[in-house]
């Protein structure tokens, strides 16, 4: 729940951001405080207050003050280090895991069921699933492909924004695009979901909270991942968003049973014939 503040922090109007920094600054004690007080800690209304709980996707303030709650009781707390040519191998294998850590925990703590469940359902039912992915999304989108592949579910990947607006133009109603970015902000990308809605696809976004995609999505699987400022360090996205989707794909071979099963065990035969014995 921090991190989604803090991820969104940029799209909340500015009455929102007071209600924001009070619970950044103080989330303890907001588990605390009835609503009216809450609003008189942040100077703002009560209505302020809710409207802040619902751009976080809470249905109240005691919504909100429970999701906060388990956020607080499952955190975990770590020192963040400033990397630097100084930092020993000890110190860089604790903050690099650590870091990734963090952002599976956000994951598990954060998902929201329903939009997984409908997700599940989406990619069920499509005839045609296509995704879309830029950069280190376009790793994680191969990722995804090569696990979707072993169920049978014929997918396309398309990394190129060239190739992402000639799918989009084709697509029908039959079809899902499951497009992958953390800012939510590529134009490029933009303009290829908005063709995609116009050829009439379903968009499944993965994403953060309040982007311009995110609002474009029919079904949203909100990654709220802050990234770490070091330049240094690998983009927590990137682990999320395989996160998410090893959950779906596990989720989804679970559910498909035994016909799968059968399959992924004839997968596993004839890669393992690609292998030297020993």
């Known amino acids: 729940m921090l991190n989604k503040i803090k991820s969104i922090y940029s799209e909340l109007s500015r009455s929102e951001r007071l209600v924001a920094d009070v619970v950044l600054d103080q989330p303890e004690k907001i588990l605390q405080l009835a609503i009216a007080d809450a609003a008189e800690l942040a100077a703002v209304s009560q209505p302020t ?62 998902v929201d069921l329903q939009q997984l469940e409908a997700a599940l359902n989406i990619i069920c039912r499509t005839q045609r699933l296509e995704l879309f992915g830029l950069g280190a999304s376009a790793v994680v989108a191969e990722d995804a492909q090569q696990k979707l592949m072993r169920l049978s579910i014929p997918v396309g990947v398309h990394k190129d924004e060239h190739n992402q607006t000639i799918i989009a133009s ?67 996205s990137r682990l999320a968003h395989q996160a998410i989707f090893d959950v779906l794909i596990i989720t989804l071979s679970l559910r498909l049973g035994m016909d799968t099963n059968q399959r992924l065990n004839r997968v596993k035969d004839n890669l393992n014939r690609l292998r030297e014995d020993l």
Do not use: W
């Not at 280090?81 to 870091?99: A, K, M, P």
């Not at 303009?191 to 999505?217: E, Y």
């Open 170 to 236: 084709v697509l029908d109603s039959d079809s899902v695009v499951v497009v992958i970015s953390h800012t939510g902000r590529t134009k490029s990308l933009l303009q290829s979901i908005r063709q995609a809605r116009a050829s009439g696809a379903t968009i499944l976004a993965v994403t953060r909270s309040g982007s311009p995609l995110a609002n474009m999505a029919d079904v949203l699987l909100a990654t709220d991942i802050k990234e770490e400022a070091n330049v240094y360090m690998p983009m927590r």
């Open 49 to 110: 207050v809710i409207r802040f709980c619902r751009t976080l996707g809470r249905s109240g303030y005691a919504d909100f003050k429970l999701a906060l709650a388990q956020n607080l009781a499952t955190q975990a707390h770590y020192t963040q280090t400033t990397l630097n040519g100084n930092n020993s191998i000890e110190e860089v294998v604790h903050e690099v895991v650590d870091q990734a850590i963090n952002s599976l925990l956000s994951v598990r703590n954060g």
